[in-house]
C-alpha cells in the first residue's frame, strides 16, 4: 500500500515540477533527458605481486559521449561503435588529458587498456608499471568538468588491501593519499 502511495505522489510531484512530464512521453521528454548527478568513479589498485597500479574509471555512457563529441567535433557511440579503433583513440586521450596521477612524488605514466560499456557506464581501464609499492599519491581529476559544473569525482585507492577514499566536487580537481 505505502509503495502505491509513493509512486502516485513521485508521479503528482514530477508533473507539478516538470510540466514536460504531462506529455508520459518518457523516451522523449526533457525532464527525462536530465541526470539528477554528474558523477565519475575512479579506482586506483596497487597491485604489489604485479608491481603495477590498476586504474579504472566509470563514467555515465551518455555524459561521456557529450564530452568526447564536444571535445573532438566527431560523432561518438561507444555502446556499437563502428570503428573501436577510433573511439579508443578518443578515450585514450580524453583521459589523459583528464586525469593525471603522481605516484611518491614521481609523475606516473599510464598505459591506456581499453573501455567497455555495461549497462549505462563506460568503464575506462588504464595501468601504471613498475609500482612496487605506494606510500603516497597525488590524483588530478578534471573528467567532464569541462561538460559540467555540478560535477563529483569520487576517488578511491588500494594499497595493500586498505581503501582510502574520496569525494571532490567541481571546481577541486585534486586529492592526496597517504598509506
Known sequence: MALIFYKWFLITFLQAGFPAFNSFDLNHSPAFDLHPFHVSVTEINQNSKDKTLEISCKIFT?????????????KVDLVQPKDKPAMDKLVSDYISNHLSIKADDKNAVMNYIGFEVESEAVY????????????KTEVTCTILHDMYTDQT???????????????????????SFQF
Open 153 to 175: 569525482e569520487i576517488i578511491h585507492v588500494i594499497v595493500n588491501g586498505n581503501r582510502k577514499s574520496v569525494k571532490i566536487d567541481y571546481p577541486a580537481n585534486q586529492a
Open 62 to 74: 551518455d555524459d561521456f559521449e557529450d564530452a568526447l563529441t564536444k571535445k573532438y567535433k566527431a
Open 124 to 135: 575506462v581501464y588504464l595501468q601504471v608499471n613498475d609500482i612496487a609499492s605506494l606510500k
